[in-house]
């Protein structure tokens, strides 16, 4: 079963330019984590935000979250072209250890 | 840095074989994790595994069993590939909040 949905599915920005990237839920959560995944490799965390948190940084990145409309997004600031991958939402699943992914949505950072 | 490695990258097998997938984790988790990942659909979670000898079903796990008899080593089992095991499979462990993933494995049936 899908929790996180993920939208764009597919984002085609300028490098330096700013990407968002938007995920909705459908079930109250405890936290909403991001994950990065370059082609081809396994996913890496990229930062984790409490429900009781709106907004969260972590160098070029800025995570929000909205529980009343059950939806996060994540922002990456002044885009490079290795900021190039596939990135995931995740929120629980019915035990906190246990995650349920989004389908990602595919960022291409062009030159 | 935590370490999560699978023992291949690429893995071609014939139908109807007993494919053994290997996952290994360096910081003493209890929690692991196989996914599959195909396009479109994510990630969906095959089995977990909360303890030495100790498992769980996900979301899909018919084809598959586990094992898991040292705590840092979590084994998939195909019991007999077949072509719509074709995928990439993906070994993760948990921290306190975070998965850690393996590069994953790319599996094709033929």
């Known amino acids: 079963s899908q929790q996180g949905e993920e939208d764009p599915q597919a984002l085609s920005i300028q490098e330096g330019e700013n990407a968002t990237m938007n995920c909705s839920y459908k079930?109250?959560?405890?936290?909403l984590q991001w994950y990065r995944q370059n082609s081809g490799r396994g996913l890496v965390h990229l930062i984790l935000?409490?429900?009781?948190?709106r907004e969260k940084h972590s160098g070029r990145l800025r995570v929000t979250l909205d529980t009343s409309k059950k939806s996060s997004s994540l922002l990456i600031t002044a885009s490079r072209a290795a900021d190039t991958a596939s990135y995931f939402c995740?929120?629980?699943?019915?035990?906190?250890?246990?995650?349920?992914f989004g389908s990602g949505t595919r960022l291409l950072v062009r030159p | 840095d935590v370490k999560v490695t699978q023992s291949s990258r690429y893995l071609v097998k014939r139908t109807g074989e007993k494919v053994f997938l290997e996952c290994v984790q360096d910081?003493?988790?209890?929690?692991m994790f196989w996914y599959r990942q195909d396009p479109g659909l994510g990630l969906r979670l095959i089995y977990f595994?909360?303890?030495?000898?100790?498992?769980e079903k996900g979301d899909i796990p018919e084809g598959y069993s586990v094992s898991r008899e040292k705590k840092e080593r979590f084994s998939l089992i195909l019991e007999s590939a077949s072509t719509n095991q074709t995928s990439m499979y993906l070994c993760?462990?948990?921290?306190?909040?975070?998965?850690?993933f393996g590069p994953g494995t790319r599996l094709t049936v033929t």
């Open positions: 993760a462990s948990i921290g306190a909040y975070e998965q850690y």
């Open positions: 595994s909360y303890d030495v000898k100790m498992k």
């Open positions: 995740a929120t629980e699943g019915d035990s906190s250890y246990k995650l349920i």
């Open positions: 910081m003493d988790h209890e929690n």
């Open positions: 935000i409490r429900s009781n948190e």
């Open positions: 079930t109250s959560i405890n936290n």
